[in-house]
């Protein structure tokens, strides 16, 4: 079983930056594929980007490319959502997930296909 915790969020103008981070515990997360999501007020949870159990690829959602970066360190258990250029409409509950299907080279987009999930780290961003 892995126990997933989100750290990071805040409150931040619009164009600063901020680092949220996943850490794991039990089961053996390292493996695992992971992705973030968030979920705005009002409206249903959508996918934010994802990276493979090496690192070696890594997904986006059109509206954070460019702006957002994910990064993993095996060794620490902790993925990271590295994001800049916040904008007001970035501004939600942000949710990591991780798929338990070891030591695949595959990348999933859609929160169904996750089996753990994080408690979510607020981020809001002001304008």
């Known amino acids: 079983q892995v126990q997933l915790v989100e750290s990071g969020g805040g409150l931040v103008q619009a164009g600063g930056s901020l680092r949220l981070s996943c850490a794991a515990s039990g089961g053996t997360f390292r493996l695992y594929p992971v992705g973030w999501f968030r979920q705005a007020p009002g409206k249903e949870r959508e996918f934010v980007a994802t990276i493979t159990w090496t690192g070696g690829s890594t997904y986006y959602t059109d509206s954070v490319k460019e702006r957002f970066s994910i990064s993993r360190d095996n060794a620490k258990s902790t993925v990271y959502l590295q994001m800049n250029s916040l904008q007001p409409e970035d501004t939600a509950v942000y949710y990591c997930?991780?798929?338990?299907?070891?030591?695949?080279?595959?990348?999933?987009?859609?929160?169904?296909?996750?089996?753990?999930w994080g408690q979510g780290t607020q981020v809001t961003v002001s304008s």
């Open positions: 997930a991780a798929k338990r299907a070891p030591l695949t080279g595959a990348y999933y987009t859609r929160e169904e296909e996750y089996d753990y």
